[in-house]
């Protein structure tokens, strides 16, 4: 298999070795819970240069962050009670299942997600 971009191809994994590819099209993300071939884990690269726009949760696993350019800040509530983590190029954060979460963009960013995503759900701010 030839290099690629994790921006427009993304990595799923099954916890035991096996590794599937997925391009990443226009309708990806409207279409995940009937792809079937997503297995337990999912790792993407995106990037953004705005605040989230939502809380965003994962319940049946925990999701890993790696800031890889620009700055951020994590806003996580855990139970009504929000903390601050900020990252710079390098800092990994580990969000616990279960604990809703957005970004403040302090400069352009571009992040690795290495997500247990089964049951991911959103909210407002």
Not at 51 to 57: H, K, P, R, V
Not at 88 to 108: C, D, F
């Amino acid at each position: 298999m030839a290099a690629f971009d994790l921006e427009s191809t993304y990595l799923s994994l099954d916890g035991k070795g096996a590794v599937a590819v997925h391009p990443v099209g226009p309708d990806f993300w409207a279409t995940i819970g009937r792809n079937l071939d997503i297995l337990a884990t999912l790792v993407t690269v995106s990037g953004g240069d705005r605040d989230w726009t939502s809380w965003e949760m994962h319940p049946e696993g925990d999701e890993v962050l790696v800031l890889l350019e620009g700055r951020a800040t994590m806003v996580l509530d855990g139970g009504g009670e929000e903390t601050r983590h900020p990252m710079r190029p390098g800092t990994t954060l580990v969000i616990p299942k279960g604990t809703w979460h957005r970004a403040l963009i302090v400069e352009p960013m571009r992040m690795l997600f290495v997500t247990y995503g089964a049951g991911t759900t959103h909210r407002p701010l």
